[in-house]
C-alpha cells in the first residue's frame, strides 16, 4: 500500500523569505503522479502543484517549485519570496498511475506554515 | 465557469438522524470522488463515481455509507443514523478523465452529529 509522509506538523517563515516542505511516500509503482494541495483557513483545497513520476524536470509554477528524488521518493515544495497569503495547511499527494489508477488520492498528515511580517 | 459546487456548507444533525451531501462537479467533469477530513487530519478517500456507476469505494465503511451520481442532477453521499464519529468536513472532488487529471475540489461540509 502507498503511504505518504509529512513529518513537519508546522513550520514558520518571515513575509519575503524562502521555506521548504517536505514530504516523502512509499510505492512500488514505477507510474504515479505526485500533488502539493494548499488547505487556507477557509477550509478550500487549492491545488498548489504537479509532477508526472516520469518528468525528471522539476515541476514549477510561479514562486513554488519541487524538488523531486524518484529514487529517494521524496517530493518537497518550495515557497519563494513567501507571502501572508501563503499562510495555510499544505497537503502532499499521491496518486497510481497507468491501468491500475482509480483516482484514489492518498494524502499526507500535512504541514501547517505560518507566515509571519 | 463555477467550481465544484457542494451544499449544504454546514449541517448540523442529532444522532440518529440522516445526513445527505450533494456535490455538483465542474462543468465538463463526468469523475467525482469523495474524501473526509477529521480534524486535525489529512483527508481520506471514501468513494469515486462516475455517472451512474461506482467505481472504487475502498474507502467507505461497510454500513450507513452510501453514494451515488445519477445520470441527472448532484452527486449525493449519504450517512444514515449518524453517529458523532461522524462528525467530520467532507470533501468532493472532480476531475474530467482518469488517468493522472487533476483533481478541483469544493469548498466542503461540515458535519456536526451532536
Not at chain 1, 487549492?46 to 517530493?75: C, P
Not at chain 2, 472532488?93 to 487533476?102: K, V
Request: glycine fraction near 8%; charge should be positive; hydrophobic fraction near 30%.
Amino acid at each position: 500500500a502507498q503511504t505518504v509522509t509529512q513529518s513537519q506538523p508546522e513550520m514558520s517563515v518571515q513575509e519575503a523569505e524562502t521555506v521548504t516542505l517536505s514530504c516523502t511516500y512509499d510505492t512500488s509503482e514505477s507510474n504515479y503522479y505526485l500533488f502539493w494541495y494548499k488547505q487556507p483557513p477557509s477550509r478550500q483545497m487549492i491545488l498548489v502543484i504537479r509532477q508526472e513520476a516520469y518528468k525528471q524536470q522539476n515541476a514549477t509554477e510561479n514562486r513554488f517549485s519541487v524538488n523531486f528524488q524518484k529514487a529517494a521518493k521524496s517530493f518537497s515544495l518550495k515557497i519563494s519570496d513567501s507571502q501572508l497569503g501563503d499562510t495555510a495547511m499544505y497537503f502532499c499527494a499521491f496518486m497510481k498511475g497507468g491501468s491500475s489508477n482509480t483516482g484514489k488520492l492518498i494524502f499526507g498528515q500535512g504541514t501547517t506554515l505560518q507566515v509571519k511580517p | 465557469n463555477a467550481g465544484v459546487m457542494q451544499n449544504p456548507r454546514h449541517l448540523v444533525r442529532r444522532r440518529g438522524q440522516e445526513a445527505r451531501l450533494r456535490c455538483s462537479p465542474m462543468k465538463g467533469h463526468s469523475h467525482v470522488y469523495w474524501y473526509r477530513q477529521l480534524p486535525e487530519e489529512g483527508l481520506k478517500f471514501m468513494v469515486y463515481l462516475q455517472k451512474e456507476n461506482i467505481i472504487d469505494e475502498s474507502g467507505m465503511p461497510k454500513e450507513r455509507f452510501s453514494a451515488e451520481f445519477p445520470k441527472e442532477g448532484p452527486s449525493i453521499l449519504r450517512i444514515q443514523q449518524v453517529v458523532r464519529g461522524d462528525s467530520a468536513a467532507y470533501f468532493c472532488a472532480s476531475s474530467p478523465g482518469l488517468f493522472g487529471d487533476t483533481q478541483y475540489f469544493g469548498p466542503g461540509t461540515r458535519l456536526t452529529v451532536l
